[in-house]
């Protein structure tokens, strides 16, 4: 069985619909059993969110836009691929009925004044409800048997609304009662991405690019024997081709290397993509939608010897506009509990602390959150350490903004003499500073914060002294 998620560009518009539903074709041809996961068309999501905002305080022209436009978006790819005019109306009535309950859902948040988190979910999940049916009716046209699935019939979640988890024995369950009978049918159930629903039937998402994670949810459930993620790069590159132009694609990546890119800025996979595949132990493959012959990326828990095939360090990647928070004071050493309060103030924000770094003599503790956040994890600090600071056990709590994670992946990294020379020495060179360090335990990952304006040299410098522009396949 496969699993094959479409992003977002790979359903763009008549051209790309059109070329997924070649490469279902093929697959189907190769398969017998193939199961399609997509996102919703590129663009949808945004202009959903952005409409039901505007709704939130008072704006009600924004989604009266977005529901004619997105109708005339979708029409416009049914109308020039489904040639059957009964199919072709159906789908125009659907997109309508969905769109018109998008509308009045939005008039609902105008008169509320408040768009919550389930509102959120519905509103935002309706591109993918639209694109799934298109596709299916795409599929049908060039010859392949297929079904749309609203996802909320299989994939059960929890109930934390705008980054819910999946309830993985309860999803196993609806997923193969639902969708076996199709595959053995010799139907390709199309299946909506990015979304799900409670035991309750409740419609959730699973966060902002939540739809690789769908399919590897899928792929795990149904013991798939590959993941293809299909996107419009031939793969996962050694670094950001915008930064780096000679960046290439990594024909093969365990799956720690991948998740460390992920987490670390690769826009490539959303970065929950691995856990599913690591339990069942699941190949991943990362492939271009517009360039299908690439091999692409193979994500695996064993590297072959290609994976090996020159030196340890795999790819750079970076996260952008960041805040170094930085919690000092000669009173801290030796008084217990002040790093477990500091962390405790942070989470009750909600913050993600990327990255961490702790003088040895326990004088300072600094760690990394989005810029966005550090204002409330600031405040957070300054209130929950309001004693320490007043008996000067800390002086100070601080924060820079307008710094960068750069990030340098590969495998077993640690147990290579002269790793982290090489880094420091090409940054070193470039007269980049280095505000701080960290490596992990996992010996797959250092990580090093520069400021903003010196990260994209810093990741080329960092490219060039391992020579990745000569590691993999050409991108």
């Known amino acids: 069985m496969l699993v094959m998620k479409f992003g977002g560009t790979s359903v763009g518009g008549a051209e790309a619909f059109a070329q997924v539903a070649k490469i279902v074709a093929a697959a189907r041809a190769q398969d017998a059993q193939v ?27 924004a989604y009266r836009e977005a529901r004619l436009s997105l109708l005339v978006k979708h029409q416009v790819v049914a109308g020039q691929l489904v040639a059957d005019g009964v199919e072709r109306a159906a789908l125009g009535r659907l997109f ?17 004044g408040e768009l919550t988190s389930r509102g959120l979910d519905v509103v935002s999940g309706l591109g993918e409800r639209l694109a799934a049916p298109l596709l299916a009716a795409v599929l049908r046209a060039h010859g392949v048997h297929a079904e749309a699935v609203d996802a909320t019939e299989v994939l059960v979640t929890d109930g934390n609304f705008g980054n819910a988890s999946p309830l993985l024995a309860e999803t196993r369950a609806h997923s193969q009662e639902r969708l076996l009978p199709l595959l053995e049918g010799g139907v390709v159930p199309v299946v909506t991405g990015f979304i799900g629903a409670t035991v309750e039937g409740i419609p959730t998402t699973l966060g902002r690019g939540g739809s690789d994670y769908s399919a590897a949810i899928l792929g795990a459930v149904l013991d798939a024997n590959e993941v293809q993620i299909w996107t419009d790069v031939d793969g996962v590159l050694t670094a950001d081709p915008r930064i780096v132009p000679t960046a290439r694609t990594l024909p093969e990546l365990s ?16 970065p929950k993509t691995i856990l599913p595949a690591i339990e069942r132990e699941i190949p991943l493959r990362v492939l271009n939608t517009f360039n299908p012959e690439h091999p692409g990326t193979r994500i695996v828990k064993e590297l072959s010897q290609v994976g090996h095939s020159i030196g340890t360090v795999k790819a750079i990647t970076a996260i952008k506009n960041l805040t170094l928070i930085n919690v000092a004071g000669k009173g801290m050493m030796g008084v217990p509990g002040i790093a477990a309060r500091t962390f405790a103030a942070v989470a009750r924000t909600g913050a993600n602390v990327l990255m961490i770094s702790q003088s040895s003599s326990e004088q300072s503790i600094t760690f990394v959150v989005p810029q966005s956040d550090s204002p409330a994890v600031l405040s957070s600090l300054r209130h929950d350490l309001g004693s320490e600071l007043q008996h000067h056990w800390v002086d100070a709590i601080s924060g820079r903004d307008d710094i960068v994670i750069v990030a340098v992946v590969g495998s077993e990294m640690a147990g290579t003499p002269g790793i982290a020379a090489r880094v420091f020495g090409a940054l070193g060179d470039a007269g980049i500073n280095v505000v701080a360090i960290a490596q992990g335990s996992s010996e797959v990952n250092i990580s090093l914060v520069v400021m903003q304006g010196d990260a994209d040299t810093a990741v080329r410098r960092i490219h060039d002294a391992f020579h990745l522009d000569k590691l993999g396949a050409a991108s």
């Open 96 to 112: 309508d009925e969905r769109l018109r309950s998008f509308e009045r859902l939005c008039r609902s948040i105008a008169v509320l």
């Open 255 to 270: 799956y720690s290397e991948a998740a460390e890119l992920s987490y670390f800025g690769a826009k490539v996979l959303h």
């Open 35 to 61: 199961v399609v996961v997509t996102s919703a068309m590129s663009g949808v999501t945004n202009t959903l969110i952005a409409a039901a905002r505007a709704a939130a305080v008072g704006q009600e022209e």
